[in-house]
């Protein structure tokens, strides 16, 4: 017969115990966890089996470089940017001060890197002076959203995975008069503005802003 003395009972409910609360919690946190990703994936916003980014659709990676220049040296830096392009995987390369005018054709060669294309805005009075070009994978999804535009600037559209991000890149000379600047950033707050209005889910600005002033 089974002893009923304090210490039996201590000890052999004791022993139960230690075994039964951890398979309590076990099964409540199991079931918390399944409750949690049921609610995940009914938001349908959630990749159900992501696994490693191997499409390159899963990350944007980019570079801005102010070039002072792509002529340099008959376009040295071309060879250049490619090899770096190449080297990390880059899917944008954002230019400014790219000094470009019409006496240098769109379709332009020495402008030309294997496997991406390029989108090209000179500086508005047509001088080899700021401009911005922005070159991007051929395989990336993306659009140009010309109505989002302003002097020296390229605004893209991109869509990665149900997301959308619109990626600008933007010259501002230094040399601009303060009405200039005024519409500057009246351009800029249209730009942020229609983004968020859109549901963008980001919303990626880079470029030279030669901030050195005090109005900003």
Not at 96 to 103: A, F, G, I, V, Y
Not at 115 to 128: F, I, Q, T
């Amino acid at each position: 017969p089974m002893s009923l003395d304090k210490n039996s009972l201590r000890a052999k409910f004791g022993v139960i115990s230690i075994g039964y609360i951890p398979l309590i919690l076990n099964m409540t946190l199991s079931l918390v966890t399944g409750l949690l990703t049921c609610t995940l994936l009914q938001s349908g916003d959630v990749e159900t089996n992501p696994g490693p980014s191997t499409d390159g659709t899963s990350l944007l990676s980019f570079i801005h470089w102010n070039l002072n220049s792509i002529l340099t040296d008959s376009f040295i830096r071309v060879p250049l940017l490619h090899n770096y392009l190449s080297l990390h995987h880059i899917d944008i390369a954002a230019i400014t001060e790219s000094h470009l005018d019409s006496t240098v054709p769109l379709d332009d060669t020495s402008l030309c890197i294997s496997g991406y294309s390029m989108y090209r805005h000179d500086n508005s009075n047509d001088c080899k002076k700021g401009g911005v070009l922005l070159y991007y994978k051929d395989s990336l999804p993306i659009r140009r959203r010309i109505d989002l535009e302003f002097s020296e600037s390229i605004v893209c559209e991109i869509t990665l995975r149900r997301k959308t991000i619109i990626f600008a890149v933007v010259y501002r000379s230094p040399s601009q008069s303060n009405a200039e600047f005024q519409m500057f950033l009246n351009s800029i707050e249209t730009l942020v503005s229609t983004a968020i209005l859109n549901s963008s889910k980001m919303l990626i600005l880079t470029g030279d802003f030669n901030a050195r002033c005090d109005s900003w």
